[in-house]
């Protein structure tokens, strides 16, 4: 038994009878199978023809290589295809409802692509000559006045790359702001709905992390937060709206406690898309908050994609944010400020967040979105996103059980447990059962304070008949999680490839292709 070179199909796969020919694909009518490509490559064949040039060497010295690098080679249509039919496998938001909790997979206009696009945003490059560059730090000043003014803040650093990125930014303005008044605080209190990225970005930054309770309706813990405050505490970070789902309604006393015993109150606002036109983070005593652009103001994310998190500041805070950063003159022109000058605007930056400006890309589809909507449209965008999330979970919680439906209705996203489940079912076979029905699973396993939570976002981008459809398969995964079907244990059955050893792939995993006969000799 054999297969084709160029299909990724192996016998122990199976699916496909007693004999198989010898040139069989594994392909299934048109989802074509595709192996890797170090199998399909060799190092004898290269797609491009390197005319031999003899300046080449002597433009190396004598630092050219005379080993062979041993990466495969495809001819130019092999190598289209071969990324092209991986392509093929990913599920994207283009393809169909992304149901994922806390990430927003919201469809992305294409108006902001267009935009993006034109010449004089798509390539400018950073070094140039900042008169030549006028409209593109408009672009940037234009965004950051509007993200100042959706949330009631004083400043904004523009630069950082993604939300952790952003919350590393405002640590760090918090922590600039204490050396300024020559406090050494060590302590930032996150509760413990938190997302991982808030205490990991706490203790990138030199503090310790300290838990704070949640009440048994979802929300931080005001009397454990208050007793906990002191001269050590530099500064807690809360989610608002949290990860539950929930709007934190004790916001501003916590920032009125907080700011009372010395520390600064930082929010994660990756959930802004919750709440834009409706709250805004100042009016709540906030010092500093990133925004996902990403999310919030729909660009095309996730798989590593390119993000953006600009953080609000407080006016306490915004002499601390990073450099560089726009400025705009009576004139009407624009300059970069790229360094601290004593006595400006910006005397004590603690320093810089990237080698430039940001994401360039990113700001354009932001404000493109920002601007088609206007202000009363980004408030339609909260109240649909809100009132989507709604829906499905009173749609479903007579099937799942949602742990905080006894507190109101939720904000943007639903959030459901585990119990009630057949013995030995688990919230990780509903999500592997909804792959079958064509959905890319919701969030699982997060909250951490939910037992076995499955967070759903629907985003104020999907419309009821498609939201009704998931709330049709996922009810019916859930009957049969509920049922005990066997068969559910072992979903996905439609899927290119079946249930994955979860547990190997994070203790054992195998980062490296090798030969099969090496990969042998190597166990
Ligand atoms: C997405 C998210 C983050 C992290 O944002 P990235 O852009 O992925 O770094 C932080 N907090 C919350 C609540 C989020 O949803």
Request: glycine letters at 10%; charged letters at 20%.
């Amino acid at each position: 038994m054999n297969s084709i070179k160029q299909s990724g199909w192996k016998p122990e796969m199976g699916g496909v009878g007693e004999s198989v020919p010898a040139t069989y694909t594994g392909n299934k009518a048109l989802m074509l199978e595709e192996a890797l490509i170090f199998e399909i490559g060799t190092t004898e064949t290269t797609g491009v023809d390197l005319a031999d040039a003899p300046q080449v060497a002597t433009r190396l010295g004598n630092l050219e290589r005379h080993s062979d690098i041993g990466l495969p080679g495809l001819s130019e249509p092999e190598t289209v295809r071969h990324y092209t039919r991986l392509s093929r496998q990913n599920y994207a938001i283009d393809l169909g409802f992304f149901p994922l909790g806390s990430c927003t997979m919201k469809h992305n206009p294409r108006l902001n692509e267009k935009v993006a696009r034109m010449a004089g945003f798509a390539d400018v490059h950073p070094l140039q000559p900042v008169e030549t560059v006028q409209g593109a730090l408009a672009v940037i000043n234009e965004l950051a006045v509007w993200l100042i003014q959706l949330t009631g803040m004083y400043g904004v650093a523009m630069t950082p790359k993604a939300g952790a990125h952003g919350e590393l930014c405002g640590i760090l303005c918090i922590k600039a702001a204490l050396e300024a008044r020559g406090d050494p605080r060590s302590v930032i209190l996150v509760p413990e709905s938190a997302h991982g990225t808030n205490p990991a970005t706490a203790a990138f930054a030199g503090f310790l992390v300290e838990n704070i309770p949640a009440t048994s309706e979802g929300r931080v813990d005001l009397a454990v937060l208050k007793a906990r405050l002191g001269p050590d505490v530099a500064g807690v970070m809360i989610t608002n709206p949290n990860t539950c789902g929930l709007f934190e309604r004790d916001m501003r006393a916590i920032s009125d406690a907080v700011h009372a015993a010395g520390g600064y109150v930082y929010c994660d606002g990756a959930n802004f898309n919750a709440i834009v036109g409706r709250v805004r983070p100042g009016d709540l005593g906030i010092d500093a908050m990133h925004i996902n652009l990403h999310k919030t103001f729909s660009t095309p994310h996730g798989g590593g994609g390119p993000g953006s998190g600009p953080v609000v500041l407080s006016q306490a805070l915004s002499p601390y944010g990073p450099l560089p950063f726009t400025e705009r003159h009576a004139d009407g022109n624009y300059t970069l400020v790229e360094e601290e000058t004593a006595g400006e605007r910006h005397p004590r930056s603690f320093g810089r967040m990237t080698a430039f400006h940001g994401q360039m890309g990113m700001f354009t589809r932001a404000l493109a979105y920002i601007m088609s909507h206007g202000a009363n449209g980004l408030r339609q965008v909260a109240e649909d996103a809100v009132l989507n999330a709604n829906y499905i979970l009173r749609s479903l919680e007579d099937v799942l059980e949602a742990p905080f439906a006894h507190s109101g209705p939720c904000m943007h996203e639903a959030l459901f447990n585990d119990n009630g489940l057949a013995e030995g079912f688990s919230t990780l076979d509903i999500a592997k059962g909804l792959i079958d029905e064509g959905y890319h699973p919701m969030t699982v396993y997060f909250p951490l304070v939910v037992h076995g939570a499955m967070l759903i976002e629907p985003t104020e981008t999907e419309s009821k008949a498609t939201l009704d459809q998931f709330i049709g398969a996922l009810g019916r995964v859930a009957e049969r999680a509920k049922a005990g079907d066997p068969s559910l244990k072992s979903a996905p059955h439609h899927a290119p490839r079946r249930r994955l050893d979860e547990t190997q792939a994070a203790r054992k995993p195998v980062l490296v292709w090798r030969e099969p006969e090496q990969a042998v000799a190597a166990e």
